[in-house]
C-alpha cells in the first residue's frame, strides 16, 4: 500500500514556474514507476509525464516536453515535477501516481493516487 501526499501548487502567472512535490508513504516507494497526470475542468485526466523506479527512463507528454522535468529522490520518497514556462492551458489539478512496471502512461495502469494539488495560470 501507497499513500501519496501532493504539495506545491498554487497561483501563477504565465510564463512562470512551479515546482510539484509528491511524498510517499510506504517501504517500497522506490520500486514503483511514479507518474503525474492533470485534469482540467470538464475534461478527462491526462498523462503528463512519468518516471522509472531507477530514475533512468523519463516520458512526457508532447504538451509539456521541453517545459517540464520530472524526478525523483528515492531517499526521501519524494517525486518532483518542475514546471517551467507555465501557460494558461496548463491550469488543472495535477496528480501524482504509483504503478507497477516500467512505462506506464494511462490513468488505468496506475495503482495508488494522491488527492492532487491545484495549478493556475493567469495571465
Known amino acids: 500500500q501507497v499513500q501519496l501526499v501532493e504539495s506545491g501548487g498554487g497561483l501563477v502567472q504565465a510564463g512562470g514556474s512551479l515546482r510539484l512535490s509528491c511524498v510517499a508513504s510506504?517501504?517500497?516507494?522506490?520500486?514503483?514507476?511514479m507518474g503525474w497526470f492533470r485534469q482540467a475542468p470538464g475534461k478527462e485526466r491526462e498523462f503528463v509525464a512519468r518516471?522509472?523506479?531507477?530514475?533512468?527512463?523519463?516520458y512526457y507528454a508532447d504538451s509539456v516536453k521541453g517545459r517540464c522535468t520530472i524526478s525523483r529522490d528515492n531517499a526521501k520518497n519524494t517525486v518532483y515535477l518542475q514546471m517551467n514556462s507555465l501557460k494558461l492551458e496548463d491550469t488543472a489539478v495535477y496528480y501524482c501516481?504509483?504503478?507497477?512496471?516500467?512505462?506506464?502512461?494511462?490513468?488505468?495502469?496506475?495503482?495508488?493516487w494522491g488527492q492532487g494539488t491545484q495549478v493556475t495560470v493567469s495571465s
Open positions: 501516481a504509483a504503478g507497477y512496471g516500467l512505462h506506464l502512461i494511462g490513468v488505468n495502469e496506475y495503482n495508488y
Open positions: 510506504g517501504r517500497t516507494f522506490s520500486t514503483y514507476t
Open positions: 518516471i522509472t523506479w531507477t530514475g533512468g527512463s523519463t
